[in-house]
């Protein structure tokens, strides 16, 4: 069955914070016929998962609280962008029309095959159905089972972190430093909290196998391990190949400044997924709330026959939580490279629950205010690649 397209009908593939910012702001201009398509019938606020997994914080939303009344939430999934045809093919069988697409369908964790075992018995907390099963899993097993989080990054810290406070006993593997983009500074307090509160960290020794019981090491060590969370790593999902445009190595869809797909510019992207140049921003929530008003506002611009603007986000650093009570919020310049700065303690704490709770306000004030979200604006864009095939991967 296919929905006939109207003038200025907009699909909108993901209900994450890129894609819910960028369906509401959509409003700003009348007439609009939205359409948000997402296989959840509720929203996650991915940013709060680890807490979700230690059953500290719920971690989604009715959408009924962040998405305008104008928006036409469709809970299904988006398997192809039809791109001659201005139509999206749904897992129901239904399909969509559109004059216009915001390509916003975020990312995952990736468990790598090449890691023997990994698949099969690592568990990820990079998606609520996955948190829930991990969440599962942690309630069968004792306080004192050893649990073994792989990743050094900021997610693998805060999963550490929440569940050390839980009273578990936690590993920390790194395949290379702990908390590699933050200062050495906020490095050095990430790692002194860690270990007041008995987590192992473990530095530049990756983990090569995973068993039911245990990991092995790249030094060949074994260690038991009743339980192992795979944090290392992002992936994104395979709709823009699946769709003939085409993406970066990793499998976001490769766009221009304006986030205008390469390929088609009926089709532009937003937050995780999009590759603006060949040069991606940080996979972030920091970004993804901008992104998302960007990709809006190409549209709109393509709509009233003006020209898009090219997008611009200025980073001013990132917040890892250590449990309840604690975090660093380090501070960066505008290209993401940190200082030699950071706040912790208490204080970062609230810097990070503020920040958490931003990420959804911003949501519900696009809601009521569309066109109302601003961010810092940053320099010049990192040059960008002599050649498109330097970045491009076939479809």
Request: proline share 6%; glycine share 10%; net charge neutral.
């Amino acid at each position: 069955m296919t929905e006939h397209s109207t003038l200025n009908k907009v699909v909108v593939i993901g209900g994450g914070y890129a894609g819910s910012v960028a369906a509401n702001r959509l409003r700003a201009r009348p007439g609009m016929d939205i359409t948000l398509v997402n296989p959840r019938p509720r929203f996650v606020d991915r940013v709060r998962l680890h807490q979700f997994v230690a059953g500290t914080s719920d971690a989604a939303a009715d959408y009924g609280t962040l998405l305008g009344e104008s928006v036409n939430l469709v809970v299904d999934s988006a398997t192809r962008i039809d791109t001659a045809g201005r139509t999206v093919e749904l897992a129901s069988g239904r399909s969509l029309d559109f004059d216009y697409v915001i390509y916003a369908v975020g990312s995952t964790g990736a468990i790598p095959s090449a890691v023997p075992g990994a698949a099969e018995f690592a568990f990820s907390v990079a998606e609520f159905e996955f948190a829930q099963r991990l969440r599962a899993k942690l309630d069968e097993l004792p306080r004192d089972a050893p649990v073994t989080v792989v990743g050094g990054g900021l997610t693998g810290i805060e999963t550490a972190a929440e569940l050390a406070e839980q009273q578990r006993t936690v590993t920390l593997v790194c395949s290379q430093a702990l908390a590699p983009t933050f200062s050495a500074p906020g490095r050095r307090a990430i790692a002194k909290w860690l270990s007041r509160h008995g987590v192992s960290v473990l530095e530049a020794n990756p983990v090569t196998e995973v068993h039911p019981d245990a990991v092995v090491l790249a030094s060949g060590a074994v260690r038991p391990s009743a339980l192992t969370i795979w944090t290392a790593g992002f992936g994104v999902p395979e709709l823009a190949r699946a769709s003939g445009l085409r993406t970066d190595t990793l499998g976001r869809l490769l766009t221009d400044e304006t986030l205008t797909s390469i390929d088609d510019d009926r089709v532009v992207a937003a937050g995780d997924a999009a590759a603006p140049s060949g040069q991606p921003l940080r996979m972030s929530c920091y970004a993804a709330g901008p992104l998302g008003a960007q990709a809006a506002d190409t549209v709109l611009n393509r709509i009233a026959g003006t020209e898009p603007a090219p997008i611009t986000l200025a980073f001013s650093g990132a917040c890892v939580s250590l449990g309840r009570h604690n975090a660093v919020r380090q501070i960066a310049r505008k290209d993401d490279r940190a200082v030699n700065f950071y706040l912790g303690g208490r204080a970062g704490a609230a810097v990070k629950e503020l920040t958490c709770n931003l990420a959804t306000w911003k949501i519900r004030r696009e809601a009521r205010k569309p066109g109302s979200l601003i961010w810092p604006k940053g320099g010049p864009r990192p040059e960008q690649p002599a050649s498109a095939s330097q970045v491009i991967t076939s479809p």
